[in-house]
């Protein structure tokens, strides 16, 4: 990142709305569901004054990433039309504030998650913020292809992490649910960068879509979610999940494989002439296929607390 160009740029008129902007409240909204469905689902009943630390202080950290993911990348925040009007670039916030406040909500949560709950989910939070901040925003966005594929994982560690808080450690389950994440996140992101057209180019990110084409990438949406459903369904077999999850699970990832399919079949013209509508229309839908998916696994959790989830 280059400071020069945002040198006095702040107006001085930054509202709470900007700062809380700051943070990515949308990211830190699926962050904060997916944290609070591993440590609900976890074999390890907690407090639940325990639990709202936990959940609080997860979210303060994913906040803290968005912070210093911005304060990075506000130089090419400045050329997309997608992100323009966030704090930086708008000139709501000086660059040096979004770095303050990183870096120190990122100490502050660590510390207060490894009191209220134990160390090492402290250090798998910790190590997230790295991840996202440095591994991702700093290395990869900008060196290679495989970004959104590696930098991925930063997106997949809250629901290990909300798991750790409750059991202290990692089990097969907590991994299966990073995996879930983890595999949805380059078709979800590729079929953004489909429609998005100019933006990466604009701001030289080696989106898949610059590098290697539309049609590469249409391909790679392809077998990425042919590799997802395997994972999303092979879940629903563990101790987290049970009927309810695998019968959603089952029709959510078929209507997603006839999604991908219809995006790799296209022709670019055909999908230039009618607006990118099912890359849009496969983006919305990924929204809704990883929220309904830990909605299930926490459906099959209340049901267990009834005696009547599970497997058994």
């Known amino acids: 990142m280059s400071d020069a ?63 210093l993911n911005m304060w990075w990348d506000a130089d090419i925040d400045q050329v997309m039309r997608r992100t323009q009007k966030r704090p930086i670039p708008a000139g709501k916030v000086a ?15 660590v510390i207060f998650l490894a009191l209220a709950t134990n160390l090492f989910a402290a250090f798998l939070l910790a190590f997230t913020i790295f991840f996202y901040a440095v591994v991702y925003s700093v290395w990869l966005k900008r060196s290679t292809p495989q970004n959104i594929v590696i930098g991925g994982a930063a997106g997949a560690f809250p629901p290990m992490i909300g798991w750790a808080a409750a059991t202290g450690g990692v089990s097969l389950e907590s ?16 079929a953004l960068a ?33 590799l997802l459903a395997p994972v999303a369904i092979g879940a629903g077999l563990t101790s987290i999940g049970g009927p309810v999850y695998l019968a959603a699970a089952v029709v959510m990832n078929a209507w997603f494989v006839k999604g991908a399919f219809d995006i790799w079949r296209r022709d670019e013209d055909i999908a230039t002439d009618d607006g990118y509508a099912v890359e849009k229309s496969f983006f919305k839908f990924s929204l809704l296929y990883l929220f309904l998916h830990f909605g299930a696994l926490l459906a099959e959790a209340a049901l267990r607390s009834f005696g009547l989830g599970g497997w058994g």
Do not use: Q
């Not at 991994?175 to 590729?190: C, R, S």
């Not at 100019?198 to 042919?226: E, Q």
């Open 5 to 67: 160009s945002f040198e006095n740029t702040s107006t001085g008129e930054a509202s709470f709305g900007d700062y809380f902007a700051l943070l990515k409240p949308r990211v830190m909204s699926l962050v904060v569901f997916t944290a609070l469905v591993g440590l609900l689902v976890a074999p390890v009943s907690v407090h639940p004054f325990v639990g709202f630390c936990a959940i609080l202080f997860i979210a303060i950290g994913a906040g803290a990433s968005g912070a």
């Open 95 to 109: 660059p040096e504030e979004a770095l303050a406040i990183g870096l120190a909500l990122s100490g502050f949560s």
């Open 175 to 190: 991994v299966l649910m990073f995996a879930l994440i983890f595999m949805w996140t380059p078709p979800h992101f590729w």
């Open 194 to 226: 489909l429609f998005m057209k100019s933006d990466y180019d604009d701001a030289g990110v080696p989106m898949l879509t610059v590098t290697h084409g539309r049609k590469t990438t249409r391909a790679h949406i392809l077998i990425y979610t042919l």
